[in-house]
């Protein structure tokens, strides 16, 4: 069973676009909630994180948006870029539990 | 890469045969992970450690035994490898407490083909 379920599972986007990958979760007890960036052959980074307090969290070009209500989270990238190609992983825990519950996974290629 | 090596980086072993993978930090974190990678599954945790000789069982533990002895080394053993193990495997770190963020750092991976 699922806990955190992510779509797509691949994303094609032209440069300059926007791409949007989508994950919803179950768990109303799920407090911290990270997106991870994996580029082909390396291990997955931290990218950004939001807690439910909030509705939205801008880095640069990359936003979380959180629905508490809906139980889904976002992941937003503006302009994308060639660069930005790579696997996007969300996840999510509770409180002080060490582990991540983790979505499958979108791989997002983005046209030069 | 925050001081998290992996080895061997790649490995192909036959069927039957025994296989240890090490993950080795440099930072001084309590708590490793290994995970599994593979295509369609995302990451699925193995096993992970909250302290030296403190382990405990992920989602897809059968097959696979661990131990930490110290702090910085974390081994990840295929009592018997199967061709179902052939995977890309990841080590991970983690610290906690008030001024450590959630975020888990990864290794670089070791890929494992068992033929």
């Known amino acids: 069973q699922q806990q955190v379920k992510q779509s797509p599972q691949s994303l094609i986007v032209q440069k300059g676009g926007i791409s949007i990958i989508n994950c919803a979760y179950e768990?109303?007890?799920?407090?911290?909630f990270p997106w991870y960036q994996q580029f082909p052959g390396k291990g997955p980074a931290l990218l950004i994180a939001?807690?439910?307090d909030v509705s939205e969290k801008k880095e640069g070009r990359f936003t979380i948006s959180f629905n508490k209500s809906a139980k889904q989270f976002s992941l937003h990238i503006m302009d994308s870029q060639p660069g930005d190609s790579a696997t996007y992983f969300c996840?999510?825990?509770?409180?002080?539990?060490?582990?991540?519950?983790w979505g499958l996974g979108t791989s997002l290629a983005v046209n030069p | 890469d925050a001081g998290i090596t992996q080895s061997p980086r790649h490995k192909v072993t036959e069927t039957g045969t025994p296989v240890t993978l090490r993950c080795h930090q440099t930072?001084?974190?309590?708590?490793m992970y290994w995970y599994r990678q593979d295509p369609g599954h995302g990451l699925r945790l193995i096993h992970y450690s909250y302290g030296v000789k403190d382990t405990d069982k992920g989602e897809v533990s059968d097959g696979y035994s661990v131990s930490r002895s110290k702090t910085e080394d974390f081994l990840l053993t295929l009592e018997s490898a199967t061709s179902s193990q052939t995977s890309v495997y990841f080590c991970?770190?983690?610290?906690?407490?008030?001024?450590?963020?959630?975020?888990?750092?990864f290794g670089p991976g070791t890929r494992l083909t068992v033929t």
């Open positions: 991970a770190i983690s610290e906690s407490g008030r001024g450590y963020p959630h975020e888990q750092y």
């Open positions: 930072e001084n974190h309590r708590y």
């Open positions: 996840a999510a825990k509770v409180g002080n539990n060490r582990k991540l519950i």
């Open positions: 939001i807690r439910p």
């Open positions: 768990n109303t007890a799920f407090d911290y």
